[in-house]
């Protein structure tokens, strides 16, 4: 992931951050708001979740003109207690909302110890990853937990795509190492990894998806025939469908039956639900003491003997972290695709495009 | 599950609870926890999880016997704000101090919307579903997190069994229909699973374990060579991984190498580490409506098309759910291995033993 071909150009984060920032300003969203958004999509391509970041922008920038994006929300809790909330998004950007949603789970957790903290009518907010990791900074463990963006998975058996690939986010800070941070799908593959591979005209291994006769589908040409298989078979169909009535159905957002696929239409509102939940550490013991202990688990993962041909033992989030660092350094790279599709975009807006040398 | 072999005898429940509280009555608990864990016990029996409930009971016996159980426990909160809780077990059975902590989940859910309750020198406590459903009776979503007693899974790419099976359960109630209930290990088939095929001498299909070289492995006899592999891989290694650090050293429970075997040793105390959250459904919406989407969604599932030789499409627990109501109708079998054993038990003990007639 840290990699890249050596024709990519590569752009510093500030230069991408206030690209994005230009753009959603020339839309209508207030500066600050805008600039939240450019940040938290940057330090996506920054960790590496290159299907999340500003590769999103043209797909945002339809919608908001689609009038499937409310470019001033009303973003506000609507239920809550000392430990709870429940929060409306009122349509507006999925980082926006749950930007949101973290702090107030922060608030809430430092005194409860624990909050839970259901968003509905939110949007697509990018990898599940940034807002587990939110609560790290105030020493809190925090589960995220979402509805997907479109449904491309049937229950375990059938054929109908009433689920999404809901995916869950942990992240738990350790004192020395990187934060532990699993950010997973339900199913054995993203679908963008589909389309990855369909651009790169290579086949599927077998075991991420299969065809409506449950055979192994390779070619991921013929993608749209086939379903992602979840991980675990029907454990991972029960993840989904778990995640799904915590996110949406308790949220009183949209799952199963009602999910819009938000690659086809620009224009309903999606009614997207997420949760966060944030662990206040030092409600349970000393911070200090769990960070080392965390260090210690780390460790002896890392050293356990290996199996031939395996060259290290990672827990997850370590390569994330070091696309970051390695990104941080030396700028975030992007194929030449996807800078003409936004220089072009931003010549459509009328703002200032990305800068054409370093 | 709710097959049994025509040789199988049959008991009532009632008399199943009644020999299980008589036995460890026998050996020093008071008599309402015997019956409290006996119940537990047969709970799990009625509901097909038959490696997690009378059959437990000899080895239980043992490790009362032998120093590692505590039959007088001060089960006490030892850590508390209004919406968490740190559990210690003080060495007693699982099933007593999980008990407690969902009561302590429950009264602090009711108003503060969420509760999480944390465990530590707890024991096994038998299978996930139990406490993750404890929450229904009133209006609550139950989640249940344990460290498993014994580690039969390496760190992705590695060979140490440094983690367990950490099982994850879910219960989310319905209207009409039973509830969902999801209880599952993070490795693709449990250890119990492995150790059924040995006994029936037959082979496992590929997926379920591998050798020290990454091979396939199907002979069960071989199964002390291998290692249980993670569900989605990585995916499944990361979340025993995240799911040890919660129920186990953010408890200050054992996980990672300081897990004890307890099928070898029955001396040491496990220090069992296990989590319970609560959400109280009120919080968040009118309990009936969410009810009745629950059972919106399990129709829309069910009805599904499904696949050629798919004969039903299932929700997680329905099996189980079945399994019980087939069993307390017309009782829960028992091969005659385990009749033997627990007879004996019974005689060795000083008790009453199973009735030998219907």
Same mark, same amino acid.
């Given at each position: 992931?840290?990699?890249?071909?050596?024709?990519?150009?590569?752009?510093?984060?500030?230069?991408?951050?206030?690209?994005?920032?230009?753009?959603?300003?020339?839309?209508?969203?207030?500066?600050?708001?805008?600039? +939240?958004?450019?940040?938290?999509?940057?330090?996506?391509?920054?960790?590496?979740?290159?299907?999340?970041?500003?590769?999103?922008?043209?797909?945002?920038?339809?919608?908001?003109?689609?009038?499937?994006?409310?470019?001033?929300?009303?973003?506000?809790?609507?239920?809550?207690?000392?430990?709870?909330?429940?929060?409306?998004?009122?349509?507006?950007?999925?980082?926006?909302? &749950?930007?949101?949603?973290? +702090?107030?789970? &922060?608030?809430?957790?430092?005194? %409860?110890?624990?909050?839970?903290?259901?968003?509905?009518?939110?949007?697509?907010?990018? #990898?599940?990853?940034?807002?587990?990791?939110?609560?790290?900074?105030?020493? &809190?463990?925090?589960?995220?937990?979402?509805?997907?963006?479109?449904?491309?998975?049937?229950?375990?058996?059938?054929?109908?795509?009433?689920?999404?690939?809901? #995916?869950?986010?942990?992240?738990?800070?350790?004192?020395?190492?990187?934060?532990?941070?699993?950010?997973?799908?339900?199913?054995?593959?993203?679908?963008?990894?589909?389309?990855?591979? %369909?651009?790169?005209?290579?086949?599927?291994?077998?075991?991420?998806?299969?065809?409506?006769?449950?055979?192994?589908?390779?070619?991921?040409?013929?993608? !749209?025939?086939?379903?992602?298989?979840?991980?675990?078979?029907?454990?991972?169909?029960?993840?989904?469908?778990?995640?799904?009535?915590?996110?949406?159905?308790?949220?009183?957002?949209?799952?199963?039956?009602?999910?819009?696929?938000?690659?086809?239409?620009?224009?309903?509102?999606?009614?997207?639900? +997420?949760?966060?939940?944030?662990?206040?550490?030092?409600?349970?013991?000393?911070? !200090?003491?769990?960070?080392?202990?965390?260090?210690?688990?780390?460790?002896?993962?890392?050293?356990?003997?290996? &199996? #031939?041909?395996?060259?290290?033992?990672?827990?997850?989030?370590?390569?994330?972290?070091?696309?970051?660092?390695?990104?941080?350094?030396?700028?975030?790279?992007?194929?030449?695709?996807?800078?003409?599709?936004?220089?072009?975009? %931003?010549?459509?807006?009328?703002?200032?495009?990305? #800068?054409?040398?370093?």
């Amino acid at each position: 992931m840290a990699q890249s071909l050596s024709s990519d150009r590569r752009f510093h984060s500030k230069d991408l951050e206030a690209f994005v920032a230009r753009a959603l300003t020339a839309l209508g969203l207030p500066a600050s708001d805008a600039e +939240q958004v450019a940040r938290l999509m940057i330090l996506a391509d920054l960790r590496g979740a290159d299907g999340h970041g500003i590769f999103r922008l043209p797909q945002y920038v339809r919608r908001i003109r689609a009038g499937g994006l409310n470019v001033g929300p009303n973003i506000r809790v609507v239920q809550e207690t000392e430990a709870m909330a429940l929060v409306d998004g009122d349509d507006g950007m999925g980082h926006l909302v &749950m930007r949101f949603a973290v +702090q107030v789970a &922060m608030d809430k957790a430092k005194h %409860a110890g624990v909050s839970w903290v259901g968003v509905r009518q939110s949007n697509h907010a990018g #990898p599940a990853a940034l807002y587990a990791m939110m609560p790290l900074e105030r020493d &809190m463990i925090g589960i995220y937990i979402a509805v997907g963006s479109a449904n491309h998975l049937p229950p375990w058996g059938g054929i109908d795509l009433l689920l999404s690939t809901n #995916p869950i986010a942990f992240a738990i800070p350790a004192l020395e190492e990187p934060p532990i941070i699993l950010d997973m799908a339900t199913t054995v593959a993203a679908y963008g990894k589909v389309k990855t591979k %369909a651009q790169r005209g290579e086949q599927l291994p077998e075991g991420w998806m299969i065809d409506a006769f449950g055979r192994p589908l390779t070619d991921p040409k013929r993608a !749209e025939e086939g379903f992602l298989l979840p991980i675990g078979g029907y454990k991972g169909y029960g993840l989904a469908l778990i995640f799904g009535l915590l996110a949406g159905t308790l949220n009183g957002a949209a799952f199963g039956r009602d999910v819009i696929d938000f690659n086809k239409d620009d224009k309903t509102p999606t009614n997207t639900g +997420q949760v966060i939940v944030a662990l206040n550490i030092a409600q349970f013991s000393s911070v !200090e003491t769990f960070k080392r202990n965390v260090d210690e688990v780390i460790r002896d993962m890392r050293n356990s003997r290996r &199996m #031939p041909g395996v060259e290290r033992i990672r827990v997850p989030g370590e390569q994330s972290h070091a696309t970051w660092l390695e990104r941080s350094a030396t700028g975030v790279p992007m194929n030449d695709t996807l800078f003409r599709d936004l220089q072009r975009l %931003a010549s459509d807006l009328g703002v200032e495009g990305l #800068p054409t040398s370093d």
